[in-house]
């Protein structure tokens, strides 16, 4: 979850919204990757979810990795809810899933040195305080009562409201951890073609990444428990999006839709004011009922951007979020495959190629069938297996033609960071796939075994 925005005076034209999001607009040599991934925290003794608070909590590893790392302390009533250095942000998601919001990079070999540098840093505090992280996409055996909620204003609001629009929006807050990457665009008619292929491909990095497959201790029927959580928690914004892929969308599109997105919140002076179904358009006139009189601010806008969670999303760049949070290889894969996709005109277009005459409905299917079967899935004719295979040399090729060398220089590009999704390709094995066979053979039925097996 993002921590709130700042910048920007007030809104006194609609057309500003509008303005905002072309202001993400860049030239190819500004392009930048931001890698953002969540993990779970546990005691190692007991295996349930750390606390806020104690000597063995969120909160100590936050104060130790600023004490020893000399990350800022970011403050909300009192707490420490995240720490800062660097253009990149350690965030605190509502179940105490602890997140890395990377700066944003050049490259993927920066991208995974900073990933790498992250998780040695967190290992090395978590284990004086005989904690650990894990990266799965969802809890194995947690309940919802096992977890607290982190104390976050912006997270007590949505609790309640979850609870209101959907059966599955609390087990997103505290049960499930993703691995995303945010991409820029050149032109409004670049994030165009950019979005519709991450909406359209977005099944395809869900079965690839798919590392779901429990929920109290059991097996759930879902490859990906992550992605079916995301279908039953709020229609109004959530989902693969049909109007992006009608003739004119664009910037004033996404507004629309945007502003069409019941609120959450306004972020004044440190405080969350609850303005939980109330209409930003009402806001725009000053008729907002949380505060009535006053005209947003465009942090207001960029902040309730932060609010809209579908499989895809704009903002001043584009964020890629249908995969599963999972092991340190994969932490790498994910960026590779959206930048080799996107970042080279000719992948670009030849994936475009692939998904631009399926329709809703089927790009629906895909969506369904990838969170149940992963890369056995399998829709409308298409085999999930075949079409990832088929991208991910799509990836590979692009990675290869950005011909980004490492630094030093025995790596003449980025290809070698989909290793691990060609392995999945060859054994058709996804992280769920492999959990479920050790589930039911060496683990002898215990979900708790993956603690030892996956822990970063």
Known sequence: MSIPQTGGGPIERREQLVEYLASGCKPPGEWRIGTEHEKFGYCKDTLKPLPYGGPRSIKAVLEGLRDRYGWAQLDEGGNVIGLAKDGANISLEPGGQLELSGAPLENIHQTCDEVNEHLREVRAVADEIGAGFIGLGAAPHWTHDDMPLMPKGRYRLMDGYMQRVGTLGTQMMRRTCTVQVNLDFESEADMVQKLRVALALQPVATALFANSPFLHGELNGHKSWRSRIWRDLDPDRTGMLPFVFEEGFGFEAWVDYALDVPMYFVFRDGVYIDALGQSFRDFLDGKLPALPGEIPMLSDWADHLTTIFPEARIKKFIEMRGADGGPWRRLCALPAFWV?????????????????????????????????????????????????????????????????EGADGLLPDESHFLNALKETLETGETPADEMIRLFETDWDRDATRAFAEYSY
């Open 340 to 404: 080799g996709l996107v970042y080279d005109k000719a992948a670009l277009d030849a994936a475009w190629d692939i998904a631009k005459t399926w329709d809703a409905e089927l790009r629906e299917r895909l969506r369904v069938a990838a969170s149940v079967d992963g890369l056995a899935a399998k829709a409308g004719g298409i085999d999930m297996h075949a079409l990832a295979r088929e991208v991910v040399e799509f990836a590979e090729a692009g990675l290869k033609a950005r011909a980004q």
